[in-house]
Every structure is written in structure tokens, then in C-alpha cells.
């Protein structure tokens, strides 16, 4: 009975160390770090002034957070770790927009 036990217990501490790994993804400030970053080297053959590349940071960064956090609380972790880690892996703005 004890073996079983502990068995057991084996058995949901590593369950739950593969579904903590599995469904780690960046927070929404370093995800939305990563977009904006993307966003303003995609742009930048465009001549951007200063005060637009200002003004295109903040709104992007905005808009992106409140997006993550609405993903995260209306479609749940698993979700959200699907399109964070989609966002991670784009290169481009074009890899962004299909996510």
C-alpha cells in the first residue's frame, strides 16, 4: 500500500512538471517587447521620423499587452501559450499577422 502511494505520487509530481513545461510561454511584457521589436525593424527602410517611431512603440506596446491579457483571461493558458509561442517565432510582420 505504501509503495503505491508513492507510485502515485511520482506519477502526478512528474505529470505536473511536463504540463508546467509544456505550457511555459513569456510573460506579456517580454512578448510584447519581442512585437515591438519586429514591428520597428520591419519599418525601418521606411525613414520613419523620431516622433512617429515614438508614437508607433507606445501604441503598438499598448495594444499588444491589453491583447495578451485579454488572450490569456478569455481563452485560457493553453491558448495563449499557442499564440505567444507563434509570436516568439515570427521574424517579420507578416509572421506577426499570422499568429
Same mark, same amino acid.
Given at each position: 500500500?505504501?509503495?503505491? %502511494?508513492?507510485?502515485?505520487? @511520482? @506519477? =502526478? #509530481?512528474? %505529470?505536473?512538471?511536463? +504540463? +508546467? %513545461?509544456?505550457?511555459r510561454?513569456?510573460?506579456?511584457?517580454? !512578448?510584447?517587447?519581442? @512585437? @515591438?521589436?519586429v514591428?520597428?525593424s520591419?519599418?525601418?527602410?521606411?525613414?520613419? /521620423?523620431?516622433?512617429?517611431? /515614438? %508614437?508607433l512603440v507606445?501604441?503598438? *506596446?499598448? *495594444?499588444?499587452?491589453?491583447?495578451?491579457?485579454?488572450? !490569456?483571461?478569455?481563452r485560457?493558458?493553453?491558448?495563449? =501559450?499557442? +499564440?505567444?509561442?507563434?509570436?516568439?517565432?515570427?521574424?517579420? #510582420? /507578416?509572421?506577426?499577422?499570422?499568429?
Open positions: 500500500m505504501r509503495i503505491a %502511494s508513492i507510485a502515485m505520487l @511520482v @506519477v =502526478v #509530481v512528474l %505529470s505536473f512538471a511536463v +504540463w +508546467w %513545461s509544456l505550457l510561454a513569456p510573460g506579456p511584457t517580454e !512578448l510584447c517587447a519581442h @512585437v @515591438v521589436e514591428t520597428l520591419d519599418t525601418a527602410e521606411q525613414g520613419l /521620423a523620431p516622433e512617429t517611431r /515614438a %508614437s507606445a501604441a503598438t *506596446q499598448a *495594444q499588444c499587452e491589453q491583447r495578451a491579457h485579454d488572450k !490569456l483571461r478569455l485560457g493558458r493553453i491558448k495563449y =501559450v499557442a +499564440w505567444a509561442k507563434c509570436l516568439m517565432a515570427a521574424e517579420d #510582420v /507578416a509572421g506577426l499577422g499570422g499568429c
